[in-house]
């Protein structure tokens, strides 16, 4: 039996110490179909508005490593990563955008909603409410059998106008917010995970996209840098 060649620094094959390494993770929160959601769900048009950012930040990270298995030189690594880079950054703000108008217009409609018939009796409302040792469980109870008359007047007010706590204010907003606008809360709060989700993302693409094209640019910056002295020198 041949003896298998000894493996020494001497018969490994070279390797070009110029060749970044660094190669970028598809990681699991960047697939488009997490963004998902009941509410969401029911618009084709809306959801695929929230998965495009998390789809452009996928495409950005194998772009990247399509141009690490394509050339060695860290210097064409940079420019070229940078322009996709460009290109990815402003089709995901534009999307981030998006959401966030849609999420707004959406608690807008909400808070109309809330807001009930102008009505002149409802700092009488309030009063009433304030003078009650039971007034928040009531105010829920009477949330919870469609009474918005009450629940916009108290809303309406400062909490301590009703007397309850401020936390106590928020909470009976927030069932209101259920109980009256169901639709549109619930498509509000599916936008807001996509929301905070692509912030994420886009935070991450940053620290990872860009650290290795600040890496990879050095070579030219150092250059630059050099020629600089020279130049000021002579």
């Not at 060649?5 to 660094?22: F, G, H, L, Q, S």
């Not at 930040?57 to 940079?78: C, F, P, Q, S």
Request: charged content about 25%.
């Amino acid at each position: 039996m041949a003896t298998p060649p000894v493996d020494t620094p001497t018969n490994r094959p070279a390797r070009d110490i110029n060749r970044p390494k660094e190669r970028l993770d598809v990681v699991p929160d960047h697939d488009p179909l997490v963004v998902r959601g009941e509410f969401i769900g029911r618009d084709a048009d809306l959801l695929a508005s929230a998965r495009a950012p998390l789809a452009s930040a996928r495409a950005l990270r194998v772009a990247v490593n399509e141009l690490i298995d394509g050339t060695d030189n860290k210097a064409e690594l940079a420019r070229a990563a940078s322009a996709r880079m460009h290109a990815v950054t402003k089709q995901f703000d534009a999307s981030h955008a998006a959401l966030v108008r849609q999420r707004d217009s959406l608690e807008r409609d909400i808070a109309t909603v809330l807001s009930g018939q102008p009505d002149s009796h409802a700092a009488a409302i309030c009063h009433h409410w304030a003078s009650r040792d039971s007034r928040f469980p009531d105010l829920i109870k009477l949330c919870g059998d469609g009474d918005l008359r009450t629940v916009a007047a108290v809303l309406a007010a400062p909490s301590y106008l009703s007397g309850l706590t401020a936390d106590q204010h928020r909470q009976l907003r927030d069932q209101a917010r259920v109980k009256f606008a169901p639709a549109q809360t619930g498509l509000s709060q599916d936008l807001g995970r996509a929301i905070n989700l692509t912030e994420t993302v886009g935070a991450r693409l940053v620290k990872d996209v860009g650290g290795l094209i600040h890496a990879w640019g050095r070579a030219d910056r150092d250059a630059a840098r050099i020629n600089k002295v020279i130049g000021s020198g002579s």
